[in-house]
């Protein structure tokens, strides 16, 4: 296209007339555009969103991204707790598939896993030794099971996160222990979620409470940001040390979900690709929530007794 010549000014600087292209670059006239307004300074929060970006590559959410997180974390806890109500010995990990999905669809969300880096369903559905990643298929569950489902729902554009360990039936020792550690991790790690705490001390709290509890931490599958996208930044270990890593501030969605096994923290993965077992055998347990930073702590935007 075509553009008017601006004037050279003794004093070097340009001239713009009323009727030249704005240099903002909006394509208007400059009278129609940016003659007579000045530009606001950015606000503190776009200040520190445009360095979280710059530097880490974190997403700080607004309050309308975080009201429809929250919107979309309400309709992950429903399905959990549809779960809850419906799981018993002599279902399939795909029956649980099938109720997570028609769930979802019901309420107008799309299942995030589904076609997920070629990801074959709508759930993941881990029992006993699985740690993560179970694909759904025809393993029957069994009494004294436990089954981790996790659930992620993408609702008008907005992601939320959060999965849960059930039991199936009657409990053993082992696998009411597990849970009871590996949920209290989960609890521990969000504790220390606040303004001035880092990264590091999220893990430090969790590889503190379960080891000290004769458990372990798997290293090799982290926490996420989420919002936006299924996985942002900044991944969140479940082990580290205190005042390590990204500081936290207010505006971060990330999750926080433990995985813990009764024995070693080894783990191999299957030849699907994706379900990772532990090495040893043992039970593993997992919970987890999407937490959001606020100005004096968390909140979790999956909430869940």
């Not at 806890?77 to 979802?104: C, Q, R, W, Y």
């Not at 907005?158 to 222990?177: I, S």
């Not at 009871?180 to 790690?189: A, D, L, R």
């Not at 699907?272 to 919970?287: P, R």
Request: glycine letters at 10%; a positive charge; aromatic letters at 8%.
């Amino acid at each position: 296209m075509m553009v008017r010549k601006m004037k050279f000014q003794p004093n070097n600087k340009i001239k713009i007339g009323r009727n030249h292209s704005c240099p903002c670059g909006s394509g208007l006239k400059y009278k129609k555009c940016c003659l007579g307004k000045r530009k606001k300074p950015p606000s503190a929060f776009e200040s520190t969103k445009d360095f979280y970006y710059r530097q880490y590559k974190i997403r700080l959410k607004k309050k309308e991204d975080i009201e429809g997180i929250r919107k979309a974390g309400r309709l992950v806890t429903e399905t959990l707790d549809m779960v809850e109500s419906a799981i018993k010995p002599g279902m399939t990990t795909d029956d649980i598939n099938t109720l997570v999905h028609e769930f979802t669809i019901k309420n107008r969300a799309r299942p995030a896993p589904l076609r997920y880096r070629k990801f074959p369903k709508s759930t993941c559905v881990s029992v006993n030794e699985v740690i993560c990643h179970g694909i759904p298929g025809k393993r029957v569950l069994e009494d004294g099971d436990i089954a981790n489902v996790d659930v992620t729902s993408v609702l008008e554009g907005y992601f939320a996160d959060a999965n849960r360990t059930f039991f199936v039936g009657t409990p053993g020792e082992d696998a009411k222990k597990i849970v009871g550690i590996s949920k209290e991790s989960m609890k521990m790690g969000m504790k220390m979620v606040r303004p001035g705490n880092t990264i590091g001390d999220i893990g430090w709290a969790i590889q503190n409470y379960a080891e000290g509890k004769g458990a372990s931490v798997v290293r090799e599958f982290v926490g996420h940001g989420v919002g936006f996208q299924f996985h942002e930044a900044p991944q969140v270990p479940h082990y580290g040390q205190r005042g390590d890593g990204i500081p936290l501030i207010p505006g971060m969605v990330f999750t926080i979900e433990p995985m813990i096994n009764l024995g070693k923290k080894e783990l191999r993965v299957l030849k699907d690709k994706w379900t990772a077992i532990t090495k040893d055998g043992s039970l593993s347990a997992q919970f987890e929530q999407t937490v959001l930073v606020t100005e004096d702590g968390f909140e979790s935007l999956t909430p869940y007794d």
